[in-house]
């Protein structure tokens, strides 16, 4: 069973609509770390024996230089959080060795190579790269220039980190694929494309069950 996760119903509506795919399932995580650690932390406690790939997607917002623009589809190579630590005006400065814990997590090489190639076959191209995850979304463009240039990242959200740290605990293979609902510059709603990322993400997302759903099951990390 191949576990999809969204953070909200706006996310997931657009992939409810195509028929999610039998034999797979949909969890809403809720936003944020929290709330994402709590809901799929139990889920698999309860499954994950059954579940053979967690499939993280929706929305993200790109940064500024990143090269990733609206609407492009955004595939994670590795998830980092991005404001944990001592924050200075824009800046996080990490925690001393001996206070921080783990901030880097890598993500499955298997399923993104296949991602990619099952997604270019397709007409969909797709970006590959860092993401951050923060706890506060980010509002001003020189706090989406200093995080890119920190982490030479692509695009930030609020709960992957959540996913792919629970993924390696649990030895689970890892994806996750987004698509730019907006550039992180000076906060300005009016300019989101929310839904129409949310449905270009499905799009894609359905590409990939279709394609990994006769994969079987993953070798575990």
Not at 29 to 50: F, H, I, Q, W
Request: charged share 20%; proline share 5%.
């Amino acid at each position: 069973m191949i576990l999809l996760v969204a953070a909200t119903e706006m996310e997931a509506a657009p992939l409810r609509a195509r028929g999610v795919g039998e034999g797979n399932a949909l969890l809403l995580s809720g936003v944020g770390l929290l709330e994402t650690a709590v809901r799929l932390g139990r889920r698999l406690c309860e499954e994950g024996e059954s579940i053979s790939l967690v499939l993280n997607f929706g929305v993200a917002g790109a940064y500024p230089g990143s090269g990733a623009g609206l609407l492009d589809l955004c595939l994670a190579a590795e998830e980092v959080l991005g404001d944990f630590g001592i924050c200075q005006g824009e800046t996080t400065l990490p925690f001393p060795p001996h206070l921080g814990g783990q901030t880097i997590f890598p993500l499955s090489p298997a399923p993104i190579a296949l991602a990619v190639e099952s997604l270019s076959r397709h007409g969909l191209a797709v970006r590959k790269g860092t993401f951050l995850t923060v706890q506060g979304a980010s509002a001003t463009t020189s706090r989406g220039v200093s995080l890119r240039k920190t982490h030479q990242a692509l695009c930030e959200n609020m709960e992957g980190a959540a996913v792919a740290r629970l993924c390696a605990e649990f030895s689970l293979p890892c994806l996750e694929l987004r698509a730019v609902s907006n550039l992180v510059e000076e906060r300005n709603p009016a300019a989101w494309r929310l839904e129409e990322a949310s449905e270009r993400c499905a799009a894609a997302v359905a590409v990939l069950i279709a394609e990994f759903s006769g994969q079987g099951a993953w070798v575990r990390p």
